[in-house]
């Protein structure tokens, strides 16, 4: 079955306290990124990844990073996590990216199930 | 202010009614995508729009693209309980980032039985 996995779903951590949130995805997709959702703001994305070694940054990188040393995962790392990082994550993975006139336009995401992060 | 604006932001509609989400963007935009969301879990694709003036069904959900007013609807006939969630509208802009689609806030659908 076609899906992009995140881990865990859940986490309460503390201030300071180093976490990875891992990401994997099974359909070989070049494309992916990382999106935090929060009440009022909507999906912002955090950090994206064109190909293996290939990050840039999203609308709201501060304080995450990220690495693609394998074309299946895309994890996202918060080095010193602090309370305004609570947040639902999102990973998704598309085939391509966007860009390019009407009717080529393919950029269709694939969102894992989500992870819930508190920090206290 | 919003890139994508979405109306309206909640909707509570007895079961069987029809209803209609609305999406605009204030952007010039080459692809707009509708997704679905549980409360607290992942979006699931519904349906991409690629052009101006398509419309693609699916079930009981219709989606169409009004180009030159840079706004899609998405219209569900005869709602279910199943039907509850949160709609999402995403879009790739002209300029906009490789790989990026920018989100409305969303519309919370309730459908009571």
């Known amino acids: 079955e076609a899906q992009v996995t995140q881990n865990p779903r859940y986490l309460i951590t503390v201030t300071g306290k180093k976490l990875t949130v891992t990401c994997s995805q099974n359909?070989?997709?070049?494309?992916m990124s990382w999106y935090r959702q929060d009440p009022g703001l909507g999906l912002r994305q955090i950090y994206y990844?064109?190909?293996?070694?290939?990050?840039d940054k999203g609308d709201v990188p501060e304080g995450y990073k990220v690495s693609r040393k394998e074309k299946r995962n895309f994890p996202l790392i918060l080095e010193s996590p602090s309370p305004n990082q609570t947040s639902l994550y999102f990973c998704?993975?598309?085939?391509?990216?966007?860009?390019?006139?009407?009717?080529?336009?393919?950029?269709?995401?694939?969102f894992g199930a989500g992870t819930r992060l508190s920090v206290l | 202010s919003q890139e994508l604006e979405q109306s309206p932001q909640s909707l509570i509609v007895q079961e069987g009614k029809n209803l209609t989400i609305n999406c605009t963007s204030s952007?010039?935009?080459?692809?707009l995508y509708w997704y679905k969301q549980k409360y607290g879990e992942g979006l699931i694709f519904l349906m991409m729009?690629?052009?101006?003036?398509e419309e693609k069904s699916h079930e009981k959900i219709t989606a169409k693209l009004d180009e030159k007013k840079q706004q899609s609807s998405l219209h569900i006939t005869a709602s279910q309980p199943s039907h509850a969630g949160i709609y999402l509208c995403?879009?790739?802009?002209?300029?906009?980032?490789?790989?990026?689609?920018?989100f409305g806030t969303g519309t919370l659908l309730a459908v009571q039985p």
């Open positions: 729009l690629q052009k101006g003036g």
């Open positions: 995403g879009a790739d802009i002209i300029g906009g980032a490789t790989n990026k689609l920018i």
């Open positions: 952007k010039t935009l080459y692809g």
């Open positions: 990844s064109m190909n293996v070694e290939v990050t």
């Open positions: 998704a993975s598309s085939l391509r990216g966007a860009g390019g006139a009407w009717g080529v336009a393919k950029n269709i995401q694939y």
């Open positions: 359909m070989n997709h070049e494309y």
